[in-house]
């Protein structure tokens, strides 16, 4: 009889499998949340197109950020039932949730179709992405981490980290693909009228082989040994958050790691495109092409980063990476501008521009709900000039006086629009904006980067700094944290410090420093707000987090 039952149970998976099997289905997960990403400019045009073009944008950077927002509620309710139910069954609904959300995005009506129906369908897509893979990345570095030996878990888990690298490739790719083709056959505006909507579509047969592949798994062993002791957490909310002893690591993962793992991880790779494509105006196949060779390199770093976290330590492996991040921010992108888009450069070194406007005239321009109207003078010029993608600096004008552009010598008054009709206002508008660009032409500033005088590797080299620091950084985090909490509420626990740090303060990472730039002026002070978490975060690794490097996953 025991021979029968032994035949008849599954057979258990070798470890390349398990590390292959979870590496692809989060692969696939990524390749859904970053084509939304990647696709910015396109959904601010298709689902905001009833707001001005600056609002718009930082719309969509929102809603960008918005699925983030939501994965720690997606890690709590996820890692509850990973805890509780098994890890395989959690990560197995994350990714058929997340897949149907995808496709139903390629399938949504546009503003002009629907209206305010399309943006909020949209929304509601975004919010099931980020919950879904709030529990995804916990399953899958869980799963991996409780197969491994002590001493390869840094190796075998960062095969789960490279999944990043491969679903931001392939997103990346088939967003290329589809844009040279569509563009070959139907012209160059079929893209963004319709062809957005296949790299969405195509995440359908990536779903099929996903499911196809987690359904051939079996339940970890970690887990599967903890069921047959009944060590099974009966509350892992309150063992996780409801203890002090428990609850402090939450903490010190969230602040020591995290913060800084959100922070320079979407400024390498998120942040960097919308920088090159709104102020540095370098063309979005250019960007998608550095971006694909950069995150392309990026593989071989994590797993290097993971293997070598397994010889010296997790802690001195990681704080490198955020250090080298805190140093690289600021000279990396002037870096990144003098060689993407040197004439802009030299304009701003030779002619500055100054914005002299009354400041309560100024608004921060974000209306997702399209209920604002930004009609002040200041408000006109500012955006203007941010969609032109030029620093400018503040200087304070009388209360009530009409908002001036100085272009080094030149003077450019803008105007209010309130009270006009709506041609009226678009007429004013447009002949402003007009005016200012003529202004800034005369001074040398450009409109877009100029192909020729690009410095294509110097962009790569600059690009690879950040990519260094990022994978250093992210390459041992799955170990480190598995390693850091008990078996009894591991899923719980380390997947909800995780989502915040990469969904509060990570997904937020281009639409605050966006924000931020159209407010303030300079196109370098959007980097603040990684540059503080980051600075947060090395200080507090530095002082308090421990070295977890082959600790025991049965404690």
């Known amino acids: 009889m025991a021979a029968v ?38 959904i601010s045009k298709t689902f905001f197109s009833g707001l001005p073009e600056t609002a718009g944008y930082i719309a969509a950077l929102a809603l960008f950020g918005a699925g983030f927002a939501f994965r720690p509620l997606g890690a709590l309710v996820f890692g509850r039932i990973g805890d509780r139910v098994g890890r395989k069954g959690a990560f197995l609904f994350t990714v ?104 969405f579509l195509f995440s359908a047969g990536l779903l099929a082989i996903s499911i196809f592949m987690r359904l051939k798994l079996s339940e970890s062993p970690a887990f599967a040994k903890m069921k047959e002791e009944g060590e099974i957490a009966k509350a892992p909310f309150t063992e996780a958050f409801g203890t002090w002893k428990n609850l402090k690591i939450v903490l010190l993962a969230l602040v020591a790691i995290m913060f800084a793992q959100g922070a320079v991880w979407y ?18 196949e250019t960007i998608n092409m550095l971006m694909m060779a950069a995150t392309a390199v990026s593989a071989i770093f994590y797993v290097a980063f993971g293997w070598l976290s397994d010889k010296v330590g997790r802690k001195p492996v990681m704080l490198f990476g955020m250090t080298l991040m805190l140093i690289a921010y600021f000279p990396g ?155 009894r509420i591991r899923y719980t626990a380390m997947s909800l410090p995780y989502h915040i740090g990469t969904g509060w303060v990570g997904g937020f990472v281009p639409f605050t420093a966006f924000a931020i730039v159209a407010a303030v002026g300079n196109i370098y002070s959007g980097l603040w707000y990684p540059f503080a978490f980051t600075a947060i975060s090395v200080v507090t690794c530095l002082l308090f987090l421990p070295e977890t490097n082959k600790r025991s996953l049965h404690d």
């Open 5 to 42: 039952e032994e035949a008849q149970a599954p057979k258990k998976a070798s470890l390349r499998t398990v590390v292959a099997a979870s590496a692809a289905g989060t692969t696939f997960e990524w390749y859904d949340f970053f084509v939304f990403g990647s696709l910015t400019q396109v």
């Open 96 to 199: 058929v949730l997340m897949g149907g959300a995808t496709v139903a995005i390629g399938l949504l009506p546009s503003y002009a179709q629907a209206g305010i129906i399309a943006p909020a369908l949209l929304v509601l897509m975004r919010i099931l992405q980020g919950f879904a893979l709030g529990g995804e990345y916990g399953g899958a570095a869980i799963y991996v981490a409780e197969h491994a030996p002590p001493g390869a878990r840094g190796r075998s888990t960062s095969w789960v980290q490279t999944s990043a690298a491969f679903g931001l490739f392939a997103a990346l790719l088939v967003i290329l693909v589809t844009r040279v083709i569509v563009g070959r056959y139907f012209g160059p505006e079929a893209f963004d009228a319709w062809g957005w909507r296949i790299p």
């Open 333 to 487: 992108f002037h870096m990144l501008a003098k060689t993407a888009n040197p004439a802009l450069a030299e304009a701003e070194a030779r002619t500055p521009i100054v914005v002299v406007a009354d400041p309560t005239e100024c608004s921060l321009q974000f209306d997702p709900v399209g209920k604002a109207a930004f009609t002040s003078s200041c408000d006109i010029a500012k955006s203007t000039l941010a969609n032109a993608g030029v620093s400018y600096d503040n200087q304070k004008a009388a209360p009530g006086a009409k908002a001036q552009v100085k272009i080094g010598e030149t003077v450019i008054e803008s105007a209010s629009i309130a009270g006009l009709s709506k041609d009226q206002a678009k007429a004013a508008k447009a002949e402003i904006e007009g005016r200012i660009k003529g202004g800034l032409k005369a001074a040398g500033y450009p409109e877009k980067a100029d192909p020729a005088r690009m410095n294509l590797p110097g962009v790569f080299g600059v690009l690879m700094v950040f990519v260094i620091a990022a994978t250093a950084l992210f390459g041992p985090i799955a170990a480190t944290l598995v390693e850091l909490f008990p078996t």
């Open 267 to 284: 400024t390498a790779f998120f942040y960097t495109q919308t920088f090159m494509d709104k102020f540095l105006k370098v063309p979005a």
